[in-house]
């Protein structure tokens, strides 16, 4: 059973202090996450507190507005021709073939992840410019497969 949002969300903040290994396990254990989550949420909070650690535990469906205004700036971001190839997935865009990874904020804002181990990890702070974010995760034009 996954603890409350608020008991998980205060284990991260606490596990941000880096705590002795015995109260990092039960931090963690509290918290209904495995080392390697506590350690994503770890970075995700450090790099954006409550929204970050949203972002990465919440997907949510992007609709009306909100999905019109992320086209519009997926679309102006890069110059013709050279936006990467992107599937999306409700707040999730992923670059094909590459583990480069966008996730919207309910704000609007862009966080950059990176792929690795069969888990997404947070990459960098938000940025506003959806290329600016996806910059943050290391991608070069020409990477993707």
């Not at 507005?65 to 519009?72: D, F, I, K, S, T």
């Not at 959806?130 to 995760?137: D, E, H, N, Q, V």
């Amino acid at each position: 059973m996954k603890a409350e949002p608020a008991i998980a969300e205060d284990a991260v903040r606490l596990s941000v202090a880096d705590p002795e290994p015995a109260v990092a396990a039960r931090l963690a254990a509290g918290s209904g996450r495995d080392r390697e989550a506590v350690s994503a949420a770890v970075r995700a909070w450090r790099r954006g507190g409550t929204a970050a650690l949203s972002v990465l535990e919440e997907e949510w469906d992007v609709g009306g507005e909100a999905l019109a205004r992320a086209r519009a700036a997926l679309g102006s971001a890069w110059e013709e021709g050279e936006r990467p190839p992107l599937r999306a997935r409700a707040d999730r865009w992923t670059v094909v073939g590459a583990p480069h990874q966008l996730r919207l904020g309910r704000d609007g804002r862009w966080w950059p992840y990176r792929g690795g181990g069969g888990r997404w990890a947070p990459a960098g702070g938000a940025a506003h410019d959806p290329a600016s974010a996806l910059a943050a995760t290391g991608f070069t034009p020409g990477e993707e497969a």
